[in-house]
């Protein structure tokens, strides 16, 4: 990562961030000349927050005196904005620890206990912020995204927040935190007692993500586990996906199982491969090479129902009486790949069963998912195992909080993560408070 030397300061050692691509130099930066260092501006702050999404903006509201918020992009809570198709997806009343990924899944037990679902809609409710109730404990704003941006704003009014800001270089002294800043072109230290890395991970890249916070982590010791795109969509080659891509937009109830979980949500066909709820939650579990076991309309018994379908409507094709519990053109499609033509009355109980069988398995193998580039979160991060699961601050550097996605936490589907943000902000804030 970055080089480590000593501190003019103290001798001891520093850290620091590689350089920062494209960025302009400012005059006298380099190696030739006098560095202008001393004439930047410079300013002390008690904590600086890296990031000014949903966990960042929750840690500044609890974080008391003395804060300073920094992001690269225009407008905090960009992220935020997008989410939940602009509504903001923005907790789940089922939040449990076993709605998480991470190397210990027990970490994220105290955090999530001592901020819940109930405290964040509490926390809504003080805003008068309209909202309702989705399938499986989701909650979604009624108006706009927008609205949960401002609560954010509202409860960190004491912190300032400086956009359009980035870290060039990030360096410790023994005692404090010495971080220069690009602030709009303008060069900026900002020395801290407390540093919070609230940048989240790799995913949506042209939003500005770039896995920031791993590589400050890393520079001070910490260990990072892999990172892979999560809740995503599967591509397939191109075979397969040229029979997807007659189907794109249509969705079926569907049960998708790999590597030992299963969910129960809709699947959806693009042109590039799966996606939908149930295919972005396990695509958290797949991995390349794996199939995924698919089970198409899990809440009817398809041999039953096709048995009686044959007494009733014999003389309809197998297609039709599909289409009764499929969407047409799939359940036209199955019938014409698999090679099942004929009346219902031409079928035999065991070409009957042998059809409910391959509904009800389904194998798909996909070959990669879209990336980043659409992912919505990422699985992995910095390991859990130097960071304190009460507090989120660093065991390896005092002062060092490490918070939301750029943990080795990543939640399901349906506001999880956002309730993650919430309760591992809230409990750095909390911590520095209380020193």
């Known amino acids: 990562m970055g080089a480590t030397g000593t501190t003019p300061e103290t001798g001891g050692p520093a850290h620091h961030l590689p350089p920062a691509p494209r960025k302009r130099r400012a005059p006298g930066d380099g190696t030739a000349g006098a560095t202008r260092t001393d004439a930047m501006r410079e300013t002390h702050v008690t904590t600086l927050i890296l990031g000014a999404g949903a966990a960042g903006m929750m840690c500044a509201a609890h974080a008391g005196a003395g804060v300073l918020v920094i992001d690269h992009a225009r407008s905090p809570g960009e992220k935020i904005r997008i989410s939940g198709g602009g509504r903001c997806n923005f907790t789940n009343l089922h939040t449990a620890p076993g709605n998480f990924l991470s190397e210990n899944p027990h970490f994220c037990k ?134 997807f891509a007659a189907l794109a937009g249509t969705a079926v109830d569907s049960r998708i199982a790999c590597n030992g979980t299963a969910f129960d949500e809709a699947m959806l066909f693009t042109h590039r491969g799966l996606s939908g709820p149930a295919v972005l939650q396990i695509s958290s579990y797949w991995r390349e090479g794996d199939a995924l076991s698919v089970r198409l309309c899990p809440g009817v018994d398809l041999f039953d129902h096709l048995r009686a379908r044959r007494a009733e409507a014999g003389a309809k094709s197998v297609a039709t009486i599909l289409a009764e519990v ?110």
Request: hydrophobic share 45%; proline share 4%; with cysteine.
């Open 110 to 243: 105290s955090a999530l206990a001592r901020y819940t679902p109930w405290d964040f809609l509490d926390l809504v409710g003080r805003h008068a912020i309209p909202w309702h109730e989705k399938t499986l404990g989701q909650l979604f704003c009624d108006r706009s995204a927008k609205d949960i941006i401002a609560l954010l704003r509202a409860e960190m009014s004491g912190a300032d927040l400086w956009l359009e800001t980035t870290p060039e270089d990030v360096a410790h002294d023994g005692t404090g935190f010495r971080v220069r800043l690009d602030r709009a072109g303008q060069k900026v230290i900002v020395t801290a007692r407390n540093l919070v890395l609230a940048t989240g991970g790799k995913s949506i890249p042209k939003m500005g993500a770039t896995g920031l916070a791993y590589q400050i982590a890393a520079q001070f010791g910490h260990r990072i586990t892999e990172t892979r795109p999560a809740l995503v969509p599967l591509t397939f080659d191109e075979a397969q996906k040229s029979v």
């Open 326 to 435: 499929l969407p047409k053109k799939l359940a036209q499609h199955l019938t014409g790949d698999w090679g099942v033509a004929g009346n219902m009355a031409d079928q035999s109980d065991a070409a009957l069963r042998a059809l409910a069988d391959r509904l009800e398995g389904w194998h798909l193998t996909p070959t990669s998912s879209e990336g980043y580039r659409t992912a919505e979160v990422t699985l992995g991060g910095v390991a859990t195992d130097a960071i304190s699961s009460r507090s989120m601050q660093s065991h390896l550097v005092p002062g060092l909080f490490i918070i939301g996605e750029a943990l080795d936490v990543t939640g399901w589907l349906g506001g999880y993560n956002f309730q993650w943000a919430w309760s591992s902000g809230v409990a750095a804030g909390r911590a520095i408070v209380t020193g």
